[in-house]
């Protein structure tokens, strides 16, 4: 039956033969977190660093979306919350992490003509 299987053999001492073999594996684990690192957690902290810092510095008349795609003109700032007008007389607040976008002065003007 020795055709069908083929016989196993030793490759050699634990104590010589292990040492080479951690090392690569190692190193391959370490591209394979390079590589995660590079694609996937470094974009989307950056995306992050810029969210934050554009949120800090909203102010009173600027034109923005929120992540439900509102879009409005900030006429109040607090601590945590964002009084956003959509019409006449119709002012919404919401909180400031759910501001999505900055958009370009005279936005609102140009959709309403």
Do not use: Y
């Not at 190193?27 to 694609?39: E, P, S």
């Not at 009173?60 to 879009?71: C, H, M, Q, S, W």
């Not at 119709?90 to 900055?102: C, P």
Request: hydrophobic fraction near 45%.
């Amino acid at each position: 039956m020795s055709f069908l299987i083929s016989d196993a053999f030793a490759e050699g001492a634990a104590g010589a033969g292990g040492q080479p073999e951690l090392i690569s594996q190692l190193v391959v684990f370490g591209g394979i977190f390079l590589v995660f690192w590079l694609l996937f957690i470094r974009p989307q902290s950056k995306k992050m660093k810029e969210h934050k810092a554009m949120v800090e510095e909203l102010k009173k008349g600027d034109e923005v979306v929120t992540n439900g795609g509102v879009l409005g003109k900030v006429v109040g700032l607090h601590e945590n919350f964002v009084t956003i007008e959509i019409s006449n007389e119709t002012e919404i607040n919401i909180q400031r992490m759910a501001v999505a976008s900055l958009m370009p002065k005279g936005t609102i003007k140009s959709i309403k003509e």
